[in-house]
Every structure is written in structure tokens, then in C-alpha cells.
T-cell receptor, first 110, second 120 residues
């Protein structure tokens, strides 16, 4: 079983829809990250959180430490949100290495 | 300011050839990471440097993989005697890490564009 599990693997939405991507992890972590990867490889960090909730524009990330679960929400989705969204957790002796989920491929249709 | 840069962006190698991949982190970033991303999968950790010290190399898949960061800035990932299974995107990331005064650790990692390696 992977240490970080994401669902769904693929998601197609209509423009304007509210989107939720889920992430569960099975190990102790120091932080959880949500990242966005566009075709061609570039990865951008969206959020880093260890408790509660963070919001940036139309993106909201929440984490429940007790349940080892996090969600990424996109409100009023837009075709430009189409990308791969990756959940990753920080662990390791130095709290350094990122352990990644497999990613969720999001396509928002206009 | 400039982000993390990697070179080359694309590399085609014949099986058995040695390759060297370069990463220029953001200036002043203490921590540097290498990840390997196979097609259709999430990245996987290879190794971690804090300044010039390689503190974690637990993800390197074999002794054909070697990484260095001799002056605590630019890093090179070297793969000897490349095999077809080495074909992947190699991502470099950097972060501020511990401040000089031992202040808070900032762990947001900034990623480079990656080097896409194809071994024929």
C-alpha cells in the first residue's frame, strides 16, 4: 500500500463546478503539500499545511491530522485549472523528503 | 528572481552511456533535492543535500547513481552505465531550510523544470 493515496485518479468537470480532490496518508508527517503539475513537467507548490485550512484565491486546502486526511478544493473551476494535482507529505529524519501521491489528472471543460 | 534551473532539459543517451544532469538552485537556498518521475507516476525521492552535505541518499536506486553538491550551490546528478529503466524526468528542487541563525525551517520546495532522460 502506498504511503500517500489520492482520489480520484482522473476527474473531468464542467467549467464553474466545485472540485474536491482527496488525499490520505498512513505515516507520521511534519507537513502536507499540494502541488500542481502542468504538461511538460513544471511543478508548482500550492499549499504547505500541518493543520487546519488554507485558502489562496479559488483554492482551499484542509487537513485533518487525526484522520490523516487532506482535501484540495477548487471553487468556480476554469479550464486553466486543468493540470495534475499532487499530494505529498514531508517526512524523513530531517523532515525533508517529500513522499508523493500518484496525482489526480483534472480536466475542466468549457 | 530566478527560479531553479536545470540542464539539459532533454537528454537522449545510448544504453551504457554515462550522463550528468545539472541543477542550479535558487540563490541562498540551503536545501536541495533530487526526484525521479517515471511516466504517468508521481515523483520519487532520490537524495537530499543541506549545503554541501548529502544527508539522505536513501532513494538512489543503485550505485550507478551519484549526486554531489561540492560548494553548496550547484548540484550534479550522475548516472553511470545508463539502463532503459533510468528513462524518466529528473526533478531538482530547493528550499530555504534552516536559517543561518537557526530560525524557523521553511520547507516549501521550489521545483525546476526537470530533465527528461530517454535511454535507448
Amino acid at each position: 500500500k502506498n504511503e500517500v493515496e489520492q482520489s480520484p485518479q482522473n476527474l473531468t468537470a464542467q467549467e464553474g463546478e466545485f472540485i474536491t480532490i482527496n488525499c490520505s496518508y498512513s505515516v507520521g508527517i511534519s507537513a502536507l503539500h499540494w502541488l500542481q503539475q502542468h504538461p511538460g513537467g513544471g511543478i508548482v507548490s500550492l499549499f504547505m499545511l500541518s493543520s487546519g485550512k488554507k485558502k489562496h484565491g479559488r483554492l482551499i486546502a484542509t487537513i485533518n491530522i487525526q484522520e490523516k486526511h487532506s482535501s484540495l478544493h477548487i471553487t468556480a473551476s476554469h479550464p486553466r485549472d486543468s493540470a495534475v494535482y499532487i499530494c505529498a507529505v514531508t517526512r524523513g529524519e530531517y523532515g525533508n523528503k517529500l513522499v508523493f501521491g500518484a496525482g489526480t489528472i483534472l480536466r475542466v471543460k468549457s | 528572481g530566478a527560479g531553479v534551473s536545470q540542464s539539459p532539459r532533454y537528454k537522449v543517451a545510448k544504453r551504457g552511456q554515462d550522463v550528468a544532469l545539472r541543477c542550479d538552485p535558487i540563490s541562498g537556498h540551503v536545501s536541495l533535492f533530487w526526484y525521479q518521475q517515471a511516466l504517468g507516476q508521481g515523483p520519487e525521492f532520490l537524495t537530499y543535500f543541506q549545503n554541501e552535505a548529502q544527508l539522505d541518499k536513501s532513494g538512489l536506486p543503485s550505485d550507478r547513481f551519484f549526486a554531489e553538491r561540492p560548494e553548496g550551490s550547484v548540484s550534479t546528478l550522475k548516472i553511470q552505465r545508463t539502463q532503459q529503466e533510468d528513462s524518466a524526468v529528473y526533478l531538482c528542487a530547493s528550499s530555504l531550510g534552516l536559517g543561518v541563525s537557526g530560525g524557523p525551517v521553511i520547507k516549501t520546495q521550489y521545483f525546476g523544470p526537470g530533465t527528461r532522460l530517454l535511454v535507448l
